[in-house]
């Protein structure tokens, strides 16, 4: 399983554009990217998936560099409500899903 | 997309005693996971359910303190035994959802259930 790094902490203002990367030195060639968001008190919600280049859907983009050696999840002007902490994963299907710490987000108003 | 409850949602317990926790699943899944997540922490895997074979332990959980059952394909459940207050932490099911068209194979979780012990 690749292991992920990601920055501990970020913090943004209302209505900023939010960039987190994370660095996936070791992917394979058969993992796959996923980000998760978790709101206190909850599961963790699946948010975002790639293999390479850019995917794109109505919560995030999702940029992959050619060498998949890091991924960033763009959050387009984030509100209040986008305060959590984002996972990234990289796994296979069927692989388990192993969590790092992660990126405790706080939107400022 | 897989809905997914567990009871219950909270308890606390004393130490000592044991608390089986449920997670039931709408539909049918082979992959069925337990995780733990302390207070302010990141989520652990316990262990890994699929139906029809024994559950698999991840390093530093054992099937005497967490035994779990998998009856069928869409119920689990997992006991924390013996309790003492270091288990008091959130314990989350998931499931892998095999009929999702993303390749990589998407996780739900559960809302969790809430440990406290005393």
């Known amino acids: 399983l690749a292991k992920t790094t990601q920055p501990i902490s970020m913090d943004s203002y209302e209505g900023q554009e939010v960039n987190i990367t994370c660095s996936h030195n070791n992917i394979a060639t058969n993992d796959y990217i996923t980000w998760y968001q978790q709101f206190p008190s909850q599961g963790p919600r699946f948010i975002i998936q790639?293999?390479?280049t850019k995917v794109t859907n109505e919560v995030a983009s999702l940029f992959i560099p050619a060498d998949r050696k890091s991924s960033t999840l763009s959050l387009p002007r984030v509100s209040l409500s986008d305060t959590a902490v984002y996972y990234c994963l990289v796994k296979t299907s069927y692989d388990k899903v192993i969590f790092g710490p992660g990126t405790s987000l706080s939107v400022i108003p | 997309s897989a809905v997914i409850s567990q009871k219950p949602s909270r308890d606390i317990c004393q130490r000592g005693t044991s608390l089986t926790i449920q997670c039931q699943v709408d539909s049918q899944v082979t992959m069925m996971f337990w995780y733990r997540q302390q207070p302010g922490q990141s989520l652990t895997l316990i262990a890994t359910a699929n139906q029809g074979s024994e559950a698999t332990y991840e390093s530093g959980f054992v099937i005497d303190k967490f035994p779990i059952s998998r009856p069928n394909l869409t119920f689990s459940t997992l006991t924390v035994s013996n309790m003492s207050p270091e288990d008091s932490s959130i314990y989350l099911c998931?499931?892998?959802?095999?009929?999702?068209?993303?390749?990589?194979?998407?996780?739900?979780f559960g809302p969790g259930t809430r440990l406290t012990v005393l």
């Open positions: 998931s499931v892998e959802d095999q009929g999702a068209v993303r390749a990589g194979n998407e996780q739900f």
């Open positions: 790639g293999y390479k």
